[in-house]
C-alpha cells in the first residue's frame, strides 16, 4: 500500500486525517505521523513514502525536495492554502506533484477576525483579567462604534469577501485593495458581490489614508512581502487599526513596533507572526524566548498576539483533512486535481503572479 508521511503533526491532525482516511479513503494509503517539522534534517524519515503531507511553517526548499525525491517521494501535498513555504520551481525540475487546499472555511478565518478586531477595540480581554481580580473600573477601556467607521481590505479572495460581508452587517464602510478582482469581470468572482455591499476598490496609498481599520486577507508573495512596512505606515491613518490573518511577513515586525511607539498605530491584532515557525504550535510556556521582537510586541497594551489559530474550527479542519487526501488520490488514480500547483512537471501557478488568489 502506499505510503504517506505527515509532518508537524498535532494530536487534531492525526483525528481528522485518520477519521476521514478510514471513512472515505480506506484503501488509499497508509500514514506515519511526525510531530516535528518537515526540513533538511528531517527529510530522510520520509524515506521510502510516495507523497509527503506538510504544513504552513515546514520548510521545503530545494534541497529538501531533492532529499524527498531522492527518497522516492513524489507527491507533496500542502493542508493549507500558502505555498511561499515550498519552491516550486524546484518541483517543477523535479517533476513533483504539489496540491495545497486554496479555501477551507473561509469564514472561519473571517469571524477570528471579527474577534480580534472586537477584542482589540472593546478590551475584552483586558476586562476579562480585571474582573478575575475583583477589579470592576472601565477606566481605560474605552472603544469605539464599528457602525459607520470606514475597513479596509487588503486581497479580496474567499476571505476577504467573506470578512467584508460581516463588517457591512456592522455597517461599515467598505474599501478594497485587489487589482485582480477589481479588473476582473468575472460574474462568479468577488467583485459583483463586493460592490453590491457599497464596496469600492480603490488604490492601496487611498485605503491606507481612509481606513479606520485594515485587515489582510492577501498570500504571501514578493510583492506582498511587507505590504505593511515603514513607507506605507507613515501613509497610514492616524490611529487606524491593522489586523493580519493571513501571513506573517506582510507585516514589517520592527516597522510596525515603530508605529507603535509613535502612537501612528492605533492597535495591531496578529495571529500570524514574519518568524513564528520556531514558536507557533508548541508550548513555549516553560522556555525563554529569545523573539526580541515578538516579546517587544506583547509589551503593548494596544497589541493582541494569537498563536496562527483563525482557521481552528472542526469545520476548517475536517475539510482540509477531505480535501487532502482528494489531492492524493488524484495523484494517485492521475486524475486532474484543481487544486494542482505542479505536476508532471509543469508548473501551473504564475510566477510571482500578483495577487495570487486565495
Known amino acids: ?44 524519515l520520509a524515506h521510502g513514502s510516495d507523497a509527503v503531507c506538510a504544513f504552513v511553517n515546514d520548510k521545503l526548499d530545494a534541497a529538501v525536495l531533492r532529499a524527498l525525491h531522492a527518497g522516492g517521494t513524489r507527491a507533496i501535498l500542502l493542508r493549507c492554502a500558502g505555498f511561499n513555504g515550498i519552491d516550486l520551481n524546484a518541483a517543477e525540475k523535479l517533476g513533483l506533484f504539489v496540491a495545497n487546499v486554496p479555501s477551507y472555511s473561509p469564514e472561519a478565518v473571517a469571524e477570528f477576525a471579527v474577534a480580534l478586531i472586537q477584542t482589540l477595540n472593546r478590551k475584552t480581554h483586558r476586562s476579562y483579567n480585571r474582573v478575575r481580580e475583583g477589579n470592576f473600573n472601565i477606566e481605560g477601556l474605552l472603544g469605539y462604534t464599528l457602525s459607520g467607521k470606514t475597513v479596509g481590505v487588503v486581497g479580496l479572495g474567499r476571505i476577504g469577501l467573506s470578512f467584508t460581508r460581516i463588517m457591512h452587517g456592522f455597517g461599515c464602510k467598505l474599501l478594497a485593495y485587489d487589482p485582480y478582482c477589481a479588473a476582473s469581470t468575472d460574474p462568479s468572482g468577488g467583485g459583483p458581490e463586493f460592490r453590491q455591499l457599497d464596496g469600492s476598490f480603490v488604490e492601496l496609498d487611498e485605503l491606507l489614508r481612509e481606513s479606520d481599520i485594515i485587515s489582510l486577507h492577501c498570500p504571501l508573495t514578493e510583492t506582498t512581502r511587507h505590504v505593511i512596512g515603514p513607507e506605507s505606515l507613515k501613509q497610514v491613518k492616524p490611529g487606524a487599526m491593522i489586523v493580519n490573518t493571513s501571513r506573517g511577513a506582510l507585516v514589517d515586525t520592527q516597522a510596525a513596533i515603530e508605529a507603535l511607539k509613535t502612537g501612528r ?52 479542519l475536517r475539510e482540509i483533512a477531505t480535501v487532502t487526501l482528494g489531492n492524493l488520490e488524484d495523484f494517485v488514480l492521475r486524475r486532474t486535481c484543481r487544486n494542482s500547483l505542479v505536476r508532471e512537471g509543469h508548473l501551473l501557478v504564475e510566477k510571482d503572479k500578483e495577487p495570487v488568489r486565495l
Open 1 to 44: 500500500m502506499r505510503q504517506l508521511a505527515v509532518f508537524s503533526t498535532k494530536s487534531y491532525d492525526k483525528q481528522y486525517l485518520s477519521t476521514t482516511l478510514q471513512e472515505q479513503y480506506p484503501t488509499l494509503c497508509e500514514i506515519t505521523y511526525h510531530g516535528f517539522p518537515l526540513c533538511e534534517e528531517t527529510a530522510s
Open 265 to 316: 498605530l492605533g492597535g495591531l491584532a496578529l495571529d500570524v507572526y514574519e518568524e513564528e515557525g520556531a514558536l507557533f504550535y508548541d508550548d513555549h510556556s516553560g522556555d525563554i524566548i529569545h523573539d526580541d521582537a515578538l516579546m517587544r510586541l506583547m509589551t503593548f497594551p494596544n497589541v493582541l498576539v494569537c498563536g496562527h489559530q483563525a482557521f481552528f474550527t472542526d469545520e476548517a
